[in-house]
C-alpha cells in the first residue's frame, strides 16, 4: 500500500507520470494551498498499488483519473482513518464508468434534468412543511430531551402563514418548466420557511444568512449544511458520481454540486433537526463573538462533532440520520442507472 498521507499529508495533485505503461508508473505531486515545496516522485511496483489521500477534499478527479489510468486502486480517508464508506474506489470498473456515462448522457437532456430538479426541490419543501408541522404538533417530541420549550404567541401565525406559503409553492412546481424557474421556487420557499424561525426559537432577530456566522443559529446551520454536503460527497464517491456533476448547482466553480444538490431535501430532515434540538439548549460556552462574527470555542468544536456522529449513527431509540443520505444517494442511481422513480426519505 502506497499511503501518502504519511508522507505529505494535505492536498494533492497528481501529475501524469511520464514513464512506458510497462514499466512502474511514477506519480509526481505537489501540495496546493501551503508554500511551494519541492516536488516529489511516488514510485509504484506489484506491492504499491493503493494510493491513499489523507483528505476526502484532496482527490481532485485528475488525480483518481490518473490512477486509473495506471491501474492503481485508491482509498479515500477523512482525517487519520479510513472513511467506511469509501471502498477503494476501483481502479477504471465497469461500474464507475457507466455510472458516469449515463449520467452525462441524461444531463444532455432538458426534460429530465427538469424533472429531477422538480423532485429534488419538491422534497425539500415537503420537508420543510414536515418539520414545521412536527414542531408545531408535537413540540416535545421534536425537540431534545431537557430542553427548555417556551412557545412564543406569535409563533402560531408565522406557522400558518409559512405553511400556507410553501402548500403553494409545492403546487407551482408543476407548472414550471426551467431549472432557474424551480431555483426561484425553492428560493421562494426557504424565505417564508426560514421567516417561521424566530418565534420557534425564541430568538426575534434571527434572519437566515448563510456564510456569514451572523448569530448562533446561522453558524450552526452553516457548520451542520457543511458536514452533511461532506456525508452526500463520500456517498457519491463510492457509487462511482462525479460529485461536481450538479444541476441545481452550478458546476463551473470547483464546488462538489451534485452533493448540495441531492442534500437539498436532506437539510430539514437532518441539518435543521439537528441546529433546532441544539439552539433552545443555549449552550453559550459553545460560542464567541470576534470581529462582527461568531465562532466556536474549543469545547463547541468538540460538542458539535460528538454530537453530529451520535446523530447520524442513532441509538436504540432512534434510527440514526446516515441511513437518509445512504438512501438518497441509493435512490439517484436507481433513478439514473434502472430508471426507477426517484424518491427521497421524508419526514414523518
Known sequence: MLDC???????????????????????????????QEPREHISTDSQDTLVHLARWNGASF??????????????????????????????????????????????????????????????????????????????YDAWADG????????????????????????????????????????????????????????????RRQARQAADQTNLLLDLSYARLAHRVTL????????????????????????ALDLMEPLRPLVADRFCLRLIRQQHVDWFYHDRGRWHLSTLGWREIKDRWQSWLIGHSRRPGMDQHIAQTVTAFRDWIVHDQPLTFPRLR
Open 5 to 35: 498521507s504519511m508522507r505529505r499529508p494535505g492536498m494533492l495533485l497528481f501529475r501524469p507520470p511520464e514513464t512506458p505503461p510497462d514499466k512502474p508508473a511514477r506519480l509526481s505531486y505537489h501540495i496546493s494551498r501551503a508554500p
Open 62 to 139: 485528475d488525480a483518481m483519473a490518473e490512477c486509473w489510468e495506471h491501474g492503481l486502486d485508491l482509498a479515500i480517508s477523512s482525517g487519520s482513518r479510513i472513511a467506511g464508506l469509501v471502498r477503494a474506489t476501483q481502479a477504471p470498473r465497469a461500474h464507475t464508468i457507466r455510472t458516469r456515462s449515463m449520467l452525462f448522457r441524461q444531463q444532455r437532456d432538458r426534460n429530465w434534468v427538469v424533472a429531477t430538479v422538480r423532485a429534488i426541490i419538491d422534497a425539500k419543501i415537503l420537508n420543510q412543511f414536515n418539520l414545521l408541522r412536527l414542531y408545531h404538533d408535537r413540540p
Open 147 to 206: 430542553a427548555a420549550i417556551n412557545p412564543n404567541p406569535a409563533w402560531g401565525e408565522a406557522y400558518s402563514d409559512a405553511l400556507q406559503n410553501l402548500r403553494r409553492d409545492r403546487r407551482s412546481l408543476d407548472i414550471v418548466d426551467s431549472v432557474a424557474s424551480l431555483r426561484g421556487i425553492e428560493g421562494h420557499a426557504a424565505k417564508h420557511y426560514f421567516a417561521s424561525w424566530p418565534p420557534l426559537i425564541g430568538n426575534p432577530s434571527f
Open 235 to 258: 456517498y457519491l464517491l463510492d457509487q462511482g458520481f462525479d460529485i461536481a456533476a450538479g444541476m441545481l448547482h452550478g458546476d463551473d466553480d470547483g464546488r462538489p454540486s451534485l
